[in-house]
């Protein structure tokens, strides 16, 4: 009888749904792939990453497009995609720098900051949405900026890893201060993180 239930909550998911499923499935994906890289240092897993992200980021664009062609918005929808962007745009941007070569112990300071703003940001949004939209129930605007622009950078990465500056060495190098190490590198996903959860920041969402 559980099990009945269990297929009946999947079956009772819209399209835009299984969509955001999707996003979730390629973050989860990426964080994997960046595990597997730090084992095997296998570059075909890094550029696993660097694939998989990109897909998370389409399968956002379109759920809720196809959910507002579908007319099938819903409360649901709105959760899923919250949870799925913490995997996709938070956790797995944040394991893919420590993949990457900020593993000290300012550098995980850091990256644990960085998700703790995107869940931060994501359950807001969630909060004052209804707050925030028109006549229509269109959000006029995001305030402080969408968890989705982390994967700016996850492009630095990517362009770092072309050139071959990953590891030991990543521009900026690495500071000792006190116990532990900091990667300089790692204050980009500090400012990203405070953007996320600023008041101050308006951007007209599309």
Sequence with gaps: MAEQRH???FRSFQLADLITIGNGFAGMGAILAAIKYVADRDERFL???FWLLPVALLCDFLDGRVARWRHKQSALGQELDSLADVVSFG????????????????????????????????????VTASSLSDDAGKVRYFEGTPIPTSLFLALVLFVLWQMGRIGDRLPFGAWTLGPGVL??????????????ISKTLHIPKP
């Design 7 to 9: 297929f009946s909550m």
């Design 47 to 49: 550029r696993m990453v």
């Design 91 to 126: 956790v797995a941007p944040a394991v893919l720098a420590f993949a990457m070569g900020m593993r000290g112990l300012w550098d995980a300071a850091v990256l644990l900051c960085f998700v703790a703003c995107g869940i931060s940001r994501l359950a807001r949004y969630n």
């Design 183 to 196: 990667h300089p590198l790692v204050l980009m996903y500090a400012l990203s993180g405070s953007a996320m």
